[in-house]
């Protein structure tokens, strides 16, 4: 069992920065690759970044490509999602997500595939 707890979510300008944490309990955090998801209103939920196991392999939906950033610290147990340049649309409550992987290559794209969910943490972008 893993739980997983999502913060640093809050209200930002357009062109600001937020960082997202995602602390996760349990020992074998290092063997699930963990992704981020988002959902607005009224919208399906979609990836917004993902990397493996390892840290070495991620992946990032073109919307937030060249903006956004993943990374984790497996000594801590959190992966992290910092923000730049953000955006009005990026108006959405993230959620972190986690999946049992230890393939070097493995980033899940879509929510099915994911094992764990965080609670979610709300990000709110004005313009």
Known sequence: QVQLVESGGGLA????????????????FRSY???????????ERE???AISYSGG????ADSVK?????????????????MNS??????AVYYCAAK???NYFYTGRRPGEYDYWGQGTQVTVSS
């Open 13 to 28: 300008q357009a062109g600001g920065s937020l960082r997202l944490s995602c602390a996760a309990s349990g020992r074998t």
């Open 33 to 43: 690759a963990m992704g981020w998801f988002r959902q607005a209103p009224g919208k």
């Open 47 to 49: 990836l917004a970044a």
């Open 57 to 60: 392999v991620s992946y990032y």
């Open 66 to 82: 060249g903006r956004f950033t993943i990374s984790r610290d497996n000594a801590k147990s959190t992966v992290y999602l910092q």
């Open 86 to 91: 953000l955006k009005p649309e990026d108006t």
């Open 100 to 102: 049992y992987s230890t």
